[in-house]
């Protein structure tokens, strides 16, 4: 008998599924050095999006080995060595999701290809480097894939956002257009995943991205998780409760916040209990904060948060402390006070205030500088009396320069008490108020001749009787209708 023994090779073969000769030209590109593949041109493999080094789990030992890894657009190459010409395997970002989970105690992400082989990596401080990233990948995914479905352009804010981590700005100019998408939940909670690979992220604005206080939980983690120093923060027009107010709590308390000086959550429903925690809040921050001048902000916007007197007790409450502190500290450093230094505007328009809670901010007013602008605007609550103990309280402040008191009622002794204070006051600058258009002649008065009518409105109330909002400034007189 004799036997024979053929043997065939099998050609190369640039994926395990199949051998093809075009898509097998990143296995003659060098992979000497990973951190310069960005020079790579592959434009087979798609764009060039990160490179680094990774600790992965055995397939069949709960022991991990070192691997190195490249992510190109929405794929994930896995090498062996540096130096490696070939993937050893080749994952498909979005395909299916990335999952936590825990090996001999150790914490891990996952990702599972499209043939349902899981890929095990431990989240330390390489993983979640990486854990992040993807998440960022995965969110532009499936984004773009939404507006395939939807057949609609990709927002060029959203898409520059997701594709330049160096970005530092994130607002949407029509958050409308998230809101028309079909999944837009789970793209918000995708896109709250990226907030973390952002670290040069200064400025987050999620007005109007119908953002309960279960979901900015998961903002306030991802920013807690993150690197980014935020100095504008707006969440305007949500459904942020005061459970959303203690969730923030966490971030505001870090370090990294104390660089934070504008905070809007405007047009949410929080009311007193949600301010007087967020007092609290910020009563804490004050010592680190990166403005000096008693609170740590130059804006707080709390306008439409169903704000009664309660909460403008709390507030009152705040900024005295603050004063007091900022005063304490002058004295025990011997420095001088700055006299340019960036005050507070304080937006309270369209709330609940009444004559108590007024007659309370107005003695501050009288003996404290810390706010430099203040609006007051569309309180149906407050009395022709408000309008004065606001004008008592300005005559002895230094600091506030503009006053906003649109659409609240004013009388014609209101006008008399208006023409008196800004004889005396010349701090002032601007003044912005609804009248009747009958008592206009009494603004037109002689007694004012330091100021210059610059704005009027069209009729805001009743048509049966004509108002109209004046706006007063001292400097620079303009004329418009």
């Keep these: 008998f004799y036997f024979f023994f053929l043997m065939i090779r099998r050609p190369p073969r640039s994926t395990q599924s199949r051998s093809s000769a075009a898509s097998d030209v990143y296995?003659?590109?060098?992979?000497?050095?990973?951190?310069?593949?960005?020079?790579?041109?592959?434009?087979?493999?798609?764009?060039?999006?990160?490179?680094?080094?990774?600790?992965?789990?055995?397939?069949?030992?709960?022991i991990f080995h070192q691997r190195y890894l490249v992510l190109r657009g929405f794929n994930l190459y896995v090498y062996k060595e540096p130096d490696s010409v070939r993937a050893k395997s080749i994952i498909q970002l979005g395909s299916k999701p990335l999952g936590n989970m825990v090996v001999e105690n150790t914490q891990c992400f996952f990702l599972e290809d499209a043939k349902g082989?899981?890929?095990?990596?431990?989240?330390?401080?390489?993983?979640?480097?990486?854990?992040h990233l993807i998440l960022n990948q995965i969110a532009l995914k499936?984004?773009?894939?939404?507006?395939?479905?939807?057949?609609?352009?990709?927002?060029?804010?959203?898409?520059?956002?997701?594709?330049?981590?160096?970005?530092?700005?994130?607002?949407?100019?029509?958050p409308t257009y998230l809101n028309s998408l079909t999944n837009m939940e789970y793209l918000c909670n995708m896109l709250y995943d990226s907030f973390m690979v952002h670290d040069n992220l200064i400025e987050l604005n999620l007005s109007r991205m119908k953002i309960s206080s279960h979901l900015l939980q998961k903002v306030v983690d991802n920013l807690t998780k993150g690197k980014a120093k935020l100095e504008t923060l707006v969440l305007d027009y949500n459904m942020i409760d005061n459970e959303g107010i203690m969730a923030l709590g966490i971030y505001l308390a870090m370090e990294r916040a104390q660089k934070l000086n504008h905070f809007s959550i405007s047009?949410?429903?929080?009311?007193?209990?949600?301010?007087?925690?967020?007092?609290?809040?910020?009563?804490?921050r004050t010592k680190g904060a990166s403005l000096d001048n008693g609170i740590g902000l130059k804006y707080l916007g709390l306008s439409e948060t169903k704000l009664s007197d309660s909460g403008?007790?709390?507030?009152?409450?705040l900024f005295e402390r603050a004063a007091s502190s900022k005063t304490t500290n002058a004295q025990n450093s011997k420095a001088a006070v700055v006299e340019n230094e960036e005050k507070l505007t304080l937006d309270l328009s369209k709330n609940l205030l009444t004559e108590s809670g007024i007659n309370v901010l107005a003695g501050f007013l009288s003996h404290d500088e810390i706010i430099a602008s203040l609006n007051l605007s569309h309180n149906p609550s407050l009395d022709t009396k408000c309008f004065g103990l606001i004008l008592n309280g300005l005559l002895?402040?230094?600091?506030?320069?503009?006053?906003?008191?649109?659409?609240?009622?004013?009388?014609?002794?209101?006008?008399?008490?208006?023409?008196?204070?800004?004889?005396?006051?010349?701090?002032?600058t601007r003044i912005s108020i609804t009248i009747p258009h009958l008592m206009y002649s009494l603004l037109n008065s002689k007694t004012i001749p330091v100021l210059s009518l610059i704005h009027i409105s069209e009729?805001?109330?009743?048509?049966?009787?004509?108002?109209?909002?004046f706006c007063l400034k001292k400097k620079n007189p303009f004329f418009y209708f």
């Design 27 to 62: 296995k003659r590109q060098p992979v000497n050095n990973l951190n310069v593949m960005a020079s790579m041109v592959s434009p087979e493999l798609g764009d060039y999006t990160n490179a680094g080094v990774i600790e992965k789990k055995k397939s069949w030992r709960n």
């Design 117 to 131: 082989e899981k890929f095990i990596f431990k989240l330390n401080e390489y993983g979640v480097r990486w854990r």
């Design 142 to 174: 499936h984004y773009l894939a939404e507006c395939i479905s939807k057949s609609k352009h990709p927002n060029p804010q959203l898409y520059g956002y997701f594709t330049d981590r160096e970005s530092k700005t994130f607002m949407m100019s029509d």
């Design 267 to 284: 047009g949410n429903p929080i009311g007193d209990v949600g301010v007087q925690n967020l007092c609290k809040i910020l009563q804490a």
């Design 312 to 317: 403008i007790f709390a507030l009152v409450n």
């Design 396 to 428: 002895s402040n230094y600091s506030v320069t503009t006053l906003i008191y649109e659409d609240n009622i004013i009388d014609r002794e209101n006008l008399n008490h208006l023409n008196r204070f800004l004889s005396i006051n010349y701090v002032i």
């Design 459 to 469: 009729p805001t109330r009743l048509l049966s009787i004509s108002y109209a909002v």
